[in-house]
T-cell receptor, first 112, second 112 residues
């Protein structure tokens, strides 16, 4: 089991560029999440998907879009990157049985 | 307002010493509280979960306590090791499917 995997690990973008962060899990979890982590702040929820085919906004969705491609994959897209989106992005999936979220290793994104 | 506050923000201890990290929350209604360990450059990993009826739970050298009346939790680390150097994040789940509240974490550094 690889758990939750994310690609890429690092990315540098220029303002206005677009990119997609990829996330996949092999634990057969229904729910998946995207968070961002900034210095001095707790993890903040961007979007989540309670099950395949559904997505919902979290606390900080502006500037992002998501796609739940299938049960395994949940991608996060930045259409026009801004310096304020410089952050570390974590994908997670949730085990409904014990309510535990399993996190990926993160993507460190810098927008210049 | 639902909040999770952790103290101290950072802590440096000598290898072999014990330490205690604090978490105070105002989240209501309360479902459970988890402590996560986040190594530098990695995603958070769950250490322990506390539900309303539990006062103490251990996971090896980690012992978590919960006082649901005062809305306080602590994480005690015994006989610290260099590998304990990490950020420790307190996460409180509100009753409801997707309401998680994250603390900003305590950065622990264990020095030889």
């Amino acid at each position: 089991n690889a758990g939750v995997t994310q690609t890429p690990k690092f990315q540098v973008l220029k303002t206005g560029q677009s990119m997609t962060l990829q996330c996949a899990q092999d634990m057969n979890h229904n729910s998946m999440y995207w968070y961002r982590q900034d210095p001095g702040m707790g993890l903040r929820l961007i979007y989540y998907s309670a099950s395949e085919g559904t997505t919902d906004k979290g606390e900080v969705p502006n500037g992002y879009n998501v796609s739940r491609l299938n049960k395994r994959e949940f991608s996060l897209r930045l259409e026009s990157a801004a310096p304020s989106q410089t952050s570390v992005y974590f994908c997670a999936s949730r085990d409904l049985y014990n309510n535990e979220q399993f996190f990926g290793p993160g993507t460190r994104l810098t927008v210049l | 307002k639902n909040q999770v506050e952790q103290s101290p923000q950072s802590l440096i201890i000598l290898e072999g010493k014990n330490c205690t990290l604090q978490c105070n929350y105002t989240v209501s209604p309360f479902s459970n509280l988890r402590w996560y360990k986040q190594d530098t450059g990695r995603g958070p990993v769950s250490l322990t979960i506390m539900t309303f009826s539990e006062n103490t739970k251990s996971n090896g050298r980690y012992t978590a306590t919960l006082d649901a009346d005062t809305k306080q939790s602590s994480l005690h680390i015994t006989a610290s090791q260099l590998s304990d150097s990490a950020s420790y994040i307190c996460v409180v789940r509100q009753t409801g499917a997707n309401n998680l509240f994250f603390g900003t974490g305590t950065r622990l550094t264990v020095i030889p």
